[in-house]
Each structure stands twice: as structure tokens, then as C-alpha cells.
């Protein structure tokens, strides 16, 4: 087992470049079964979760090659099987995005339940009534299975804005035969990463970015190239973990457009950056205040689906919440055991009070001190760490291979900007 073994209370400074988006990688990698061609993937993060995903493509027979840094070329001319072995499924919950792309290419794929974050119930119902409105027939008893003799368009409606399930959703809907229209789709950037990739490999998705989709079906998809866009969820990391050291950053190869309700919460905290061009600036002497709402009551930070502020980042603001003068309420909407980690920031010395399974009111600033701590999960493990980062003492994280299913070369980016950590073996 490995851990991290952190002294902290000290700024971070440097540049670091941002990584790709892990939670475009995933479908784009699943993505590339729909063709017979070769699809080269650039920009894809070095992380625990995309090398689960092309294990599993190499389970099935499919070959994958890494000419070079953060670059695979996918050649899905011929799949062996469409079962997927249960020691792949059960590692990370991004398994289930190959049901959409194997159905439609092959018409058939058996699975086991998808594993990933334990962070309160995570439904894959939607994934089912949008598949089966396709003409999927779908078998959930022991393990998932689903088959199609063939795939017909459909006016979808989704009970949810669910990011997975849309993008099972449009890759057996490219390939389906007719019109599909997809409403109350999600929409966040790696949504967007997945329609422009296929619309790169032929296909016809209109409204991409919105909450309505509208897919022209079409016979086969061809070979392509593309390049993930930056990781939003990394880049507001570590916007907040330079922000919670009182240190400073310079990330380079962002979008800006995808960072616009993170700098909205952020200013809610009294911190604020620049961007020039793709170079995101973040300096010393942030206000470290809260901001208040009208009439000096207490702000909220709460998640929403794209536009709103992501669910994602709520653990990392509940650290830096603890550095900041005031009160803030956190309300995390989506899952219900997503805040129970702020246990261990009370046991650091953290002022916060666990209203209920989704709110928490955090109040600072607050000496955090060094502790032992374990990584429930790959938001929250950096969260832990952010804290253990900025509180004084040594801390030892656990379980980290959480942490580093969604952060790549997550220990030499932090020792290059001047944070005391070292990766041992317990």
C-alpha cells in the first residue's frame, strides 16, 4: 500500500500546466469502439481511471498503442468479446460508458455493476430508460446485460441531467437508425468534449452545449483525431489548494470559458485570478474574506448541472472555506455521503457544523493541524490533502490510489511548486 507523508504549512508556488479532462477521456475512450478506424486521443490524463479504461479495451481485444506523452491511438478493427471482466467494472463507475458504444457497434455487451466513488447512491436508472428507448433490451439480474437487434432513433427525455447517461445516450444514438433528440441532456465541457469528437468522426449531433441534443443517425463513423480539453475539476484544485496555503499559481493551458461558475464561488471566499490568453493567474495576498449576500447574511456555495458550480469541487471550497474569514454554507445536492469526510477536518481543527448529509457551515479562518487521514474518495482525498497541505504538522493520507484515480503525477506537480510531500510504501 502506498501513502503520502505531508509537512505542511508551507505556500506553494510555481507554473504547472493543466491536465486533460479525466471525465472527457473516459467516454472519448469508450467513444472509439464505434469505429472499425484507427482514433488517436491526445491530451489524455496519466491517471488510475484511463488506465482501467484501456485495460478494459484490451479485453476485448482491441489494440492500444502510446506512441507518445498523454497520447493513445485506439484501433477497434477487431473485438474479440463483448464481456467485460468484473475485476475492470467494478474499479470505476466510467465501466458503464462502454454499454452505449458496444451495443450499437456489436449489439451486445455484458458487464458487472460499475464500481468508483462511494459517495452516497449513484443511479444508473437513467442509463437504462435511455438505452432501452433506442430499442435496448436490458437484464439486470446478477449482471448487466444489453442487446439490440437494432438500434431506432427516439425523443428521449432524461429524469435527470445525468453526464454519464447522456453520453451513453448520443453514442448509440450516432449510429442509430432516424432521429434521436435528447432532453434535459447535461451539458458540462466534457459532454461537449464527447459531441465534438464524434461530430469529428462523421457524425450529426446539432445543439451541442445546450441542454437539447439533436442527433441525425448515421451509418458507420470513420477514424479520427482529437484532443481532450483542459480538466476544469484540477484547475480549480488547485486554484484552492494555493488559495488554503497562502502561496500562488500560474496554470497554463486552460479555458476560461469553463471556469466561469468556479471564479463566482471562489469570489465568495475573497479569492481572484487572471487569465491571458490560456495562462490562469492566481497571486499572493488574496482578500481571504467572505463575501456576503445583501443585508450581511451568510453566502451559500451550492452545485448545480452545467452552468452551475460543479459538485466535484464542493469538498475542496469546504477546505478552503476553513481558511477564510467568516461563514459560508456548502450545500452539496447530488449525494448524500459526499460531506461526511468533513469528520476528519473537525478532527484537524476544522470550525464546521454537518447540518445534514448535504449542508455544512463552515467557519474560519481555523488552524488546521497535521493528522492521520484516509481517502474516501478521489474529490475528497484531495480535499484532505489541500488541508493537510495548509495545516501545521505532519499528516500520513491513506488510500490513496483514490486520490490518484482522477490526478495525474499528482506528487511531482506538487513537489515541483514547492509543497513537503513524498509517495512511500506503507
Not at 226 to 235: K, L, Q, S, V
Not at 298 to 320: C, E, N, Q, R, Y
Not at 355 to 365: K, L, M, Q
Not at 381 to 394: D, K, N, R, T, V
Amino acid at each position: 500500500m502506498v501513502e503520502y507523508h505531508v509537512e505542511g504549512g508551507f505556500p506553494i508556488k510555481g507554473t504547472i500546466q493543466a491536465s486533460g479532462n479525466k471525465n472527457a477521456a473516459l467516454p472519448c475512450i469508450a467513444a472509439a469502439l464505434l469505429t472499425a478506424e484507427p482514433v488517436t486521443l491526445k491530451n489524455i490524463p496519466e491517471i488510475e481511471d484511463t488506465k482501467v479504461m484501456f485495460d478494459i479495451l484490451r479485453s476485448l481485444g482491441v489494440s492500444v498503442e502510446n506512441p507518445s506523452k498523454n497520447t493513445y491511438t485506439i484501433n477497434a478493427s477487431q473485438i474479440t468479446t463483448t464481456d467485460i471482466p468484473a475485476s475492470y467494472s467494478k474499479k470505476i463507475r466510467g465501466s458503464i460508458l462502454f454499454a452505449g458504444p458496444l451495443v450499437a457497434r456489436c449489439g451486445k455487451v455484458v458487464m458487472a455493476p460499475p464500481g468508483g466513488d462511494v459517495i452516497g447512491r449513484r443511479r444508473v436508472d437513467t442509463h437504462f430508460l435511455a438505452l432501452q428507448e433506442l430499442g435496448v433490451v436490458i437484464n439486470t439480474k446478477g449482471q448487466f446485460s444489453f442487446a439490440a437487434n437494432k438500434l431506432k432513433g427516439a425523443d428521449i427525455f432524461l429524469d435527470e441531467a445525468s453526464v454519464t447517461a447522456t453520453e451513453n445516450a448520443i453514442m448509440a444514438a450516432v449510429v442509430a437508425e432516424g432521429t434521436t433528440i435528447i432532453t434535459n441532456a447535461a451539458s458540462e465541457p466534457h459532454v461537449q468534449d464527447l459531441c465534438r469528437m464524434l461530430n469529428s468522426m462523421g457524425a450529426k449531433i446539432s445543439g451541442v452545449g445546450s441542454n437539447i441534443l439533436t442527433i441525425e443517425g448515421v451509418t458507420e463513423l470513420h477514424g479520427c483525431e482529437f484532443a481532450i480539453g483542459p480538466d476544469y475539476m484540477e484547475i480549480g484544485s488547485f486554484i484552492g489548494l494555493a488559495a488554503a496555503t497562502k502561496g500562488s499559481i500560474t496554470i497554463t493551458g486552460v479555458e476560461p470559458r469553463d471556469l466561469r461558475p468556479i471564479k463566482l464561488a471562489f469570489k465568495k471566499l475573497g479569492i481572484h485570478w487572471e487569465t491571458e490568453g490560456d495562462t490562469l493567474t492566481m497571486s499572493v495576498g488574496q482578500a481571504m474574506q467572505v463575501d456576503t449576500d445583501l443585508g450581511g447574511m451568510t453566502p451559500k456555495i451550492d452545485d448545480a448541472p452545467w452552468p452551475g458550480f460543479p459538485a466535484d469541487l464542493t469538498s475542496v471550497m469546504t477546505v478552503v472555506a476553513t481558511q477564510v474569514s467568516g461563514t459560508v454554507l456548502i450545500f452539496e445536492k447530488m449525494f448524500e455521503s459526499r460531506m461526511f469526510f468533513v469528520d476528519k477536518l473537525i478532527g484537524m481543527g476544522a470550525r464546521i457544523t454537518l447540518c445534514d448529509p448535504h449542508r455544512a457551515v463552515v467557519s474560519g479562518p481555523c488552524m488546521l493541524h497535521g493528522d492521520e487521514l484516509v481517502s474516501p474518495d478521489v474529490r475528497a482525498g484531495m480535499a484532505l490533502l489541500i488541508a493537510a497541505l495548509c495545516a501545521h504538522g505532519e499528516s500520513v493520507i491513506r488510500n490513496v490510489y483514490q486520490i490518484e484515480r482522477g490526478y495525474e503525477h499528482l506528487v511531482e506537480r506538487l513537489q515541483s511548486l514547492g509543497a513537503h510531500i513524498t509517495r512511500e510504501e506503507a
